[in-house]
């Protein structure tokens, strides 16, 4: 009897240390990299362009009696530029002519730098034929408005078709 009562001990014992070793376990650190990529798109007032361009065109109206008077033609959220980016983001501006257009009579080409434009970050600004910062910000959704400027009126005027087109751009600072 005291036999078969050791023999059960040990045997509880042996069985003990082997359910012990099942509740062993290997502890591991896995790494996993993820590379989010920069995602940028810019829209105008609300529609979908093909991402990061958007090419613009102006039709300058022709100048009131109190334009003539102040000598500009000022029109205030002239266009609603919309951005969407994971990234930190700037927007650039340039013009994709190097003058307005002619008079009607062909006499007389209005300037470049007769049109000037800003956004709720900056003052007006001349355009040029190289890329200019127009706004900037944070991740996320923004609305830029833009406004629209054109100078010269307090000069002769020359009737005439004027217009720009312009080509505003999305990338990182």
Do not use: C
């Amino acid at each position: 009897m005291k036999k078969t009562l050791i023999f059960i001990m040990a045997a509880l014992i042996l069985l003990g240390v082997a359910k012990a070793g099942v509740a062993l376990s290997v502890d591991k650190t896995v790494r996993i990299n993820i590379k989010i990529v920069p995602f940028q798109i810019l829209m105008v007032n609300g529609k979908n362009t093909d991402g990061e361009k958007v090419i613009t065109t102006y039709h300058i109206p022709q100048p009131t009696p109190q334009d003539l008077q102040r000598g500009y033609i000022q029109e205030d959220n002239a266009l609603s530029l919309t951005v969407v980016s994971n990234v930190n983001w700037v927007v650039k501006v340039r013009a994709l002519s190097k003058n307005l257009g002619s008079s009607w009579d062909g006499r007389y080409i209005k300037p470049l730098s007769d049109f000037l434009i800003r956004s709720h970050q900056t003052q007006f600004i001349p355009v040029q034929q190289i890329p200019q910062k127009i706004a900037w910000g944070k991740n996320g959704k923004k609305t830029v408005n833009i406004d629209y400027r054109v100078e010269g009126y307090n000069r002769n005027y020359h009737p005439g078709n004027y217009k720009i087109t312009l080509e505003y751009t999305i990338t990182t600072p």
